[in-house]
């Protein structure tokens, strides 16, 4: 999960176009702000490439800093098929996104990866990382039949290993080295969530 801090006046991300998507709940973060998750559209193109784009999302992440609209179009708006974005909305606006792909070979198509998490600077706290994962969890485990559910985190990220870890992932180990990050090579946990049947 990506969470920011001192958000700017650039940063506020907002989409006139809001859909429900009717197989997930709702869910209320504090001060009763609404959230709700949906599929990505073609129209919110311009705002997960200002999201994805951002400093401290490109930090926690993998994502390149000066990746183009249509690379980003390409891989969440119009991906390959096994592959899922959802967004989170909370007052008409996209505050976060979530990212994950089922694996395509036919003796280990009960696995998913989970890739990116991202919640907008304005929006940390308010509960939108966990709808994400909730929403994530229940369309990969209740309608594609996804046995083990895993993603990668940087290690020294606590706020997202507690967040993974509340919805039931268990640390599986750690990668040294394994992204380069700022310059410098950074570890990498490796976490899963198995399904309860």
Request: charged share 15%; glycine share 4%.
């Amino acid at each position: 999960m990506i969470t920011h801090t001192k958000p700017t006046s650039q940063q506020v991300i907002s989409s006139p176009a809001i859909h429900h998507v009717p197989s997930y709940d709702t869910v209320t973060a504090p001060k009763e702000t609404p959230i709700a998750i949906r599929y990505v559209e073609p129209n919110d193109i311009h705002y997960l490439h200002e999201l994805l784009t951002h400093s401290k999302t490109v930090y926690w992440t993998s994502e390149l800093p000066y990746a183009t609209a249509a690379q980003i179009d390409q891989r969440f708006i119009q991906p390959a098929e096994g592959q899922y974005t959802l967004v989170a909305t909370c007052n008409q606006s996209i505050v976060g996104m979530l990212g994950f792909s089922v694996n395509p070979h036919p003796r280990v198509h009960h696995v998913a990866r989970i890739s990116p998490v991202v919640v907008h600077a304005n929006h940390h706290g308010k509960g939108i990382g966990s709808a994400l994962v909730k929403a994530a969890i229940d369309l990969a485990e209740q309608w594609l039949n996804v046995h083990r559910l895993e993603l990668l985190v940087y290690a020294d990220n606590e706020a997202a290993i507690a967040l993974y870890t509340k919805f039931g992932f268990v640390a599986e180990g750690i990668m040294q080295h394994y992204a380069f990050r700022a310059g410098q090579y950074a570890d990498i946990q490796i976490m899963a969530r198995l399904s309860h049947y």
